[in-house]
């Protein structure tokens, strides 16, 4: 096998009138053997930090009125990231894996607390996190399923806090399963299907677990070289999952088209 190990290097640095500038370092360390027949393993080990002062919406506006209330003592908002990482590649199938751990410091969320208006808040979260990927060739088949698990723990330094929009709006669990069937090679059948397992949230009404399936056929007609008809449904189950807690699901949804590439 050809093995290889690279080292990568470098930094950012976010400066701006409003806050404190920050400097943000970034490196991965990957080995990787490639072999005659084409296939491959890789192990890469990461880690990233990031920095952003908070928008306007958040720190500009009233803390007093409206809808969703600023916070001009919001903090700088800083991220760092630290990851492992392993890939197989064969010629039928490949695997691809993931685990990190994640901390932010002074995250902006909004917040909603008893029956008020939502509210911009800082919050310290750790987020521990796996992931796996693997897809499955045939000769006129492919299948890709996925699986993501999410853990947080986080500290918003105020216990009158009743749930979140942004930062704890997520799936503790996620899985995936897709397939893409070419019967003949003017068309194409794309299904998706998730499922997820949402953290609960006081502000969603009915379920915090979901199913989707997205579905979709195109048709490339060899007289135009480059054009695509497509149909395609989202949300075929018409399941009325909150994404965003509070506020209606998005219903299922029909579509047709046409899409042309030069």
Known sequence: ADQSLT???????????????????IFDLT?????EDGTAERVTLAYAETSQVPGYTAIGGSETSGLFRSNHDLERETSQNLELGFALDRTEWSLESAVFYRWDDDLVDWTFTGAGARAAANVDIETFGLELI???RWDKFEGIASYTYLH???NYGDAAVDASFYALNFPEHRATLGAIWRPIDLV???IDNEWRSQEANALRSGDDQAFFTHLGVSVYPPQVEGLELFVAVDNAWDDGFQDVPGTPGRGDQYSAGATYRW
Do not use: M, Y
């Open 7 to 25: 080292l990568r290097a470098g930094a950012s640095i976010d400066d701006s009138n409003r806050d404190d500038s920050e400097f943000s370092p």
């Open 31 to 35: 080995w990787q053997a490639l072999h």
């Open 134 to 136: 693997a897809t499955r």
């Open 152 to 154: 947080k723990d986080e």
């Open 188 to 190: 194409e059948v794309r």
